[in-house]
């Protein structure tokens, strides 16, 4: 079975410009959170999306933003890209909604530099 | 706001021997924590998940305790092998009604051969 799926892998992109990531969940996974991750911490929250709807935001700026798509998979969206957004930006993805009682399975992470 | 600590620091420990990493959590009593290990440039993999009338939880050579009066986790790792080398991670439930995980900065294992 394929895991959780990140396009793409790494990214380059200038200050002030837009990115989109995309996450494919498991099969029979229906819940999407996104993370992300400076270097030398631990994961962020960012966004959680059950059945297409969003159930949890983490502190980030409106510049991030996300969605989830019919077939369960989602896209993190950044506009006005800063320096500081440079990070590993991770999906998760689980088959309820992703409490603390929930294994959480993670992609191999989308490695974005803002020159 | 709730917050994990974890020791930031590197933790070398011969192999064979046992390591321990511990999780400190405030301002927040979790009924779940979780346990991750990361390896370089790549996502996080679950490990343990332990909850609050659990005192302790195992899995081949790993095993977890949860001291909610301590606000305590601690994780080991028993007969440590060089490959057990990665950055292990302790995760809370955020709370407060949103879903999502709050994680810690993760300690950083090298088991020495």
């Known amino acids: 079975d394929a895991g959780v799926t990140q396009s793409p892998t790494h990214l380059i992109k200038t200050r002030g410009q837009h990115v989109t990531l995309r996450c494919s969940p498991i099969?029979?996974?229906?819940?999407v959170s996104w993370y992300q991750q400076v270097l030398g911490q631990g994961p962020q929250f960012i966004f959680q999306?059950?059945?297409?709807?969003?159930?949890g935001r983490g502190n980030f700026p409106d510049r991030f933003s996300a969605r989830q798509f019919p077939n369960y998979s989602s896209e993190l969206n950044v506009n006005a890209l800063l320096l500081g957004d440079s990070a590993l930006y991770l999906c998760?993805?689980?088959?309820?909604?992703?409490?603390?009682?929930?294994?959480?399975?993670f992609g191999q992470g989308t490695r974005l530099t803002v020159v | 706001s709730q917050k994990i600590e974890q020791n930031s620091e590197a933790l070398n420990i011969q192999e064979g021997k046992t390591a321990t990493l511990t999780c400190n959590y405030t301002?927040?009593?979790?009924?779940?924590l979780q346990w991750y290990r990361q390896d370089p440039g790549r996502g996080p993999v679950f490990l343990l998940l332990?909850?609050?009338?659990?005192k302790e939880k195992r899995k081949e050579r790993l095993k977890v305790t949860f001291d909610t009066t301590l606000k305590q986790s601690l994780f080991h790792i028993t007969a440590s092998q060089p490959a057990d080398s990665a950055t292990y991670l302790c995760?809370?439930?955020?709370?407060?009604?949103?879903?999502?995980?709050?994680f810690g900065k993760g300690t950083h294992l090298i088991i020495q051969p």
């Open positions: 995760a809370l439930e955020m709370g407060g009604g949103a879903d999502g995980l709050t």
């Open positions: 999306y059950y059945e297409k709807e969003e159930r």
């Open positions: 998760a993805s689980s088959q309820t909604r992703t409490g603390g009682n929930t294994e959480a399975f």
């Open positions: 099969s029979g996974h229906k819940s």
């Open positions: 332990i909850r609050e009338n659990e």
């Open positions: 301002n927040y009593s979790p009924a779940y």
